[in-house]
């Protein structure tokens, strides 16, 4: 039960799920919303190798007669796919096989967007394969065996980061930050910040 004693039952039965929701308009669609948010992001592409992007929909089958609130609906969760590119803010990319990205949901405001995704530095980690924090040459990255992720800015509200990589999961070298983007991060402000992955101005990775 929800604080305005809206109720929400929730049956699973031949991988089919059914939800009866009792309550306001406002917490009816809300609940909807947050069914059609899990549907969509707790699924995997058609594709093996690569992402694709769902926007659930909904289609109302029984529409409430004006005398009554009540009716009834089937949410779809149509897929389609992404092209693979190279273009600014997708280097996170290469951290998932094939994921599905929610589509027309917000976001939490940033400074600046396009930038990439948010992500905790924690699991930026774990998907990256890093076990802790590295300084290399008076500088704080992320380093695993066959990737790196360098900050590359800070803005005023979260740090932005890029993933350098190997294809073929070979040895990475550490970078040359002479010949790449990147800041200096202090340790309170990886701990406390936002965090996003995905953007830089210069891709090019001369390792030393």
Same mark, same amino acid.
């Given at each position: ?52 992007? +769902? ?18 609906? +089937? ?15 997708? +280097? ?117």
């Amino acid at each position: 039960m929800l604080p305005d004693k809206t109720t929400v039952e929730l049956r699973l039965e031949n991988a089919f799920l059914e939800a009866t929701i009792k309550g306001s308009a406002d917490s009816v669609a809300e609940v909807a919303e947050q069914i059609g948010w899990l549907g969509a992001a707790l699924r995997e592409s058609d594709d093996e190798n690569s992402m694709a992007l +769902c926007m659930p929909t909904i289609k109302i089958h029984h529409p409430a007669p004006p005398d009554k609130t009540i009716s009834g609906g +089937c949410l779809g969760f149509p897929i389609r796919k992404i092209a693979d590119t190279a273009a600014t803010g997708q +280097c996170w990319h290469k951290l998932f096989r094939n994921p599905v990205i929610v589509e027309g949901y917000p976001i939490t405001k940033r400074t600046r967007y396009g930038t990439g995704l948010e992500i905790p530095v924690s699991m930026m980690s774990i998907l990256a394969k890093v076990p802790r924090l590295h300084e290399f040459l008076g500088r704080r990255l992320l380093k695993g065996f066959s990737t790196a992720v360098v900050p590359t800015e800070k803005l005023e509200d979260s740090i932005l980061w890029h993933l350098h990589y190997t294809e073929d999961g070979n040895r990475l070298p550490y970078p040359d930050f002479k010949s790449i983007s990147t800041v200096d991060v202090r340790l309170d402000e990886v701990v406390k910040g936002r965090h996003i992955l995905g953007w830089c101005t210069e891709a090019s990775l001369h390792a030393g």
